[in-house]
């Protein structure tokens, strides 16, 4: 049983540049989730979908920060531009309904 | 500010010892979770323990829940090496279904 999967692992990138994220949940889950994780603030909810329709999006930066869902098998965080306190470990999770959630292995961004 | 609160920030103990942390909150729930999360690797959901329950055990977890006083406490008997970790709580918001997370407890268990 595969978990949520999500790509790249890695990513550094200079300012300015657009960073796309990418995330496959859990077959069968409909709510999906994306996490920041830094040392300053902790683990901090960005926006979650039910069903491929985003619920709530208070935890998004600022517009630089976009998500989308376009299927149930897919979604994406995008941030355009970057900066360097966008660097963080941006993590994806998925559930069904309101069970515990299951998380990928994070996407470790770095803005230089 | 954060919703759950861990305490301790880190702790290490021998391996074989038991291991406790407590998580405080400030808002009505419905449930509360514990997580763990490894070096480098996603979170990990442990145990749930729902508003109107006092004590939950699973294997060598054992999770009380004071509502009175918002807490939360996560023992870990018999602790191994392979128990060294980060462990959060995680509370969601009542009629919510987003999670807030605490900043953690580093637990290191030393062989």
């Known amino acids: 049983d595969a978990g949520v999967i999500q790509s790249p692992r890695h990513e550094v990138t200079e300012m300015g540049q657009e960073v796309t994220l990418r995330c496959k949940p859990i077959s069968g889950h409909n709510s999906l989730f994306w996490y920041r994780q830094t040392m300053m603030r902790g683990l901090e909810l960005l926006i979650y979908?039910?069903?491929?329709?985003?619920?709530?999006d208070s935890g998004m930066p600022e517009d630089r920060f976009s998500a989308k869902m376009p299927n149930a098998s897919f979604s994406t965080l995008k941030i355009q531009p970057s900066e360097p306190r966008d660097s963080a470990v941006y993590f994806c999770a998925s559930s069904l309904a309101w069970e515990p959630q299951h998380f990928g292995d994070g996407t470790r961004l770095s803005i230089l | 500010s954060q919703q759950g609160e861990e305490d301790p920030q880190a702790l290490s103990i021998q391996e074989g010892e038991n291991a406790t942390m407590n998580c405080s909150y400030k808002t009505s729930i419905n449930n509360l979770q514990w997580y763990r999360q490894n070096s480098g690797r996603g979170l990990v959901h442990l145990i749930l323990i729902r508003s109107n329950e006092r004590e939950k055990h699973s294997g060598r977890l054992r999770v009380t829940l004071d509502t009175s006083k918002k807490s939360s406490s996560l023992l870990i008997t018999a602790s191994r090496a392979a128990d060294t970790a980060s462990y959060f709580c995680?509370?969601?918001?009542?009629?919510?279904?987003?999670?807030?997370f605490g900043q953690g407890t580093r637990l290191t268990i030393n062989p």
């Open positions: 995680a509370t969601d918001l009542e009629g919510a279904q987003k999670l807030v």
């Open positions: 979908f039910n069903n491929n329709v985003p619920i709530d």
